[in-house]
């Protein structure tokens, strides 16, 4: 199976989550080697996750949640 770039970003969560086949994650690792736009989105998106467990644990603003209700 050859892995595309367009292949990565769609199964980037599982990989992290560690829910692909041994075949599947060998073959990102193994396109993670060669492809460095894609290493650094695996890293950027690594840092996206470790940063937004971060964040507090507060409420939306309710002029942000009535604005957005009103697009629903």
Request: net charge negative; with cysteine; aromatic share 10%.
């Amino acid at each position: 199976m050859n892995v595309t770039c367009k292949k990565v970003a769609e199964l980037l969560a599982d990989y992290l989550n560690d829910e692909l086949p041994g075949e599947e994650k060998g073959m990102l690792d193994w396109h993670f080697c060669g492809c460095v736009p894609c290493k650094i989105y695996l890293i950027q998106y690594q840092e996206l996750i470790v940063s937004s467990r971060q964040l507090p644990d507060a409420p939306m603003p309710s002029e942000f949640s009535d604005r957005l209700y009103k697009l629903m």
